[in-house]
């Protein structure tokens, strides 16, 4: 139990009221009880003060882990009750009203600025939706169905960014903490929220770190000889083009044959993650024989406009690359993205200059290939050390 430690060692949280414990006779229990300042008199300096019970009690010293999950739960409901009672007497004490607008669902407000969007990021708002609402579901169950703007608070956000931390590996958590508050900046400036909970705290993406995991030169070659009963040929097709040329999937379902041109061996496209916002959103990549050998021959009754890998929906494509990965025997977590991973430190691995491995990958920028650079460090590094010991 992590308690605000001031001058009053019996202080849990700060504010007006302020919510406090005290011990009961024998002192294996705290009950815990909110204490409201009301000014000074004036005659005698003394602090006019008025106490609230709220009927829960906390262990003092809890050792069983039930123990201590129930006194976090209590303690979490006693703060709710506090933020709740500090609303009441501001409206009472100094007339503060909380504007009507502030009385909504903030999850169907999400929910509607969802629908309401039309840029190529909306999957990711719709997977921090998703991470907000499995959030309450876990901790704040009691708002799982509807929370008020006025319910979130800073102490909520800061558990929420936790939360984010240990349910997303890699930059993808920064990415969705940016587009939760990019909804809850626009609730501010529409007034639902008096100020945006969000304020100061900050989700640590480790940017300079490759967290998600590559496949090696092995583990390509492993995977790619796997063959099981119904197996989907172009999701094959596909994987070993991301892990062959770096193409994202969001680029790669929507390739066409026109974006290939045969004659001059090399396919073309615009990044979707990067366009209209990046000088570099344009990528060219040259055709080896191998790449060529995956994309095909351009069928008889396709036109420039026919998909070159027409895949399922992202979430199948997943299953259906886990599942293969699992055939093969390799106990790694693979994604799509590894696969783009993969490619760049493959190419650093064989001795690829880092600006020609930036310029495939469409960065515009060495920032983000340096991250490749320390996986390719990392992996020497396990070599040498895998090497047998001697005594000299």
């Known amino acids: 139990m992590k308690e605000t430690r001031g001058k009053n060692k019996n202080l849990i949280e700060a504010g007006n009221p302020r919510l406090l414990k005290r011990a009961l ?175 100061g705290i900050i989700v640590d993406s480790k940017e300079d770190m490759l967290v998600k995991d590559i496949l090696s030169e092995e583990e390509l070659k492993k995977l790619f000889a796997t063959h099981y009963d119904r197996e989907n040929r172009v999701i094959r097709r596909a994987f070993a083009m991301t892990c062959f040329s770096g193409i994202r999937f969001c680029d790669l379902k929507v390739l066409t044959y026109g974006d290939a041109d045969y004659e001059n061996r090399v396919i073309s496209f615009r990044q979707r993650k990067t366009d209209g916002h990046s000088k570099k959103s344009g990528v060219v990549i040259p055709l080896n024989d191998m790449l060529l050998e995956i994309i095909g021959p351009k069928p008889t009754d396709a036109t420039d406009d026919t998909l070159i890998f027409p895949l399922p929906s992202m979430e199948s494509c997943l299953k259906s690359l886990r599942f293969w990965v699992k055939q093969a025997g390799i106990k790694k977590h693979i994604t799509w993205h590894c696969g783009r991973h993969t490619f760049g430190t493959q190419l650093l691995a064989n001795g690829a200059n880092i600006k020609v491995v930036a310029d495939l990958l469409g960065h515009s920028s060495l920032k983000y290939v340096n991250t490749y650079v320390r996986a390719v460090d990392e992996q020497k590094k396990k070599a040498l050390d895998s090497l047998p010991k001697i005594e000299l």
């Open 25 to 199: 006779k024998g002192g294996t229990e705290y009950y815990l009880y909110l204490e409201y300042h009301y000014g000074y008199n004036h005659e005698n300096g003394s602090s006019i003060r008025r106490v609230e019970s709220l009927s829960l009690r906390i262990m003092a010293s809890p050792k069983k882990a039930a123990d201590k999950q129930r006194n976090k739960e209590t303690i979490e409901l006693a703060k709710r009750i506090r933020y709740e009672r500090s609303q009441e007497f501001l409206e009472s004490k100094e007339g503060y009203r909380l504007r009507k607008d502030q009385s909504v669902n903030f999850l169907s407000y999400f929910e509607a600025y969802i629908k309401k969007y039309n840029k190529k990021d909306v999957r990711v708002l719709e997977m921090a939706l998703r991470d907000f609402k499995k959030f309450l579901t876990e901790q704040y169950p009691y708002y799982a169905q509807r929370i008020e703007p006025r319910q979130m608070t800073k102490q909520m956000m800061e558990a929420f960014a936790k939360f984010l931390l240990e349910h997303h590996r890699g930059t993808g958590v920064a990415s969705v903490y940016r587009r939760f508050k990019k909804v809850v900046n626009r609730g501010v400036a529409e007034g639902l929220f008096k100020d945006s909970p969000c304020k």
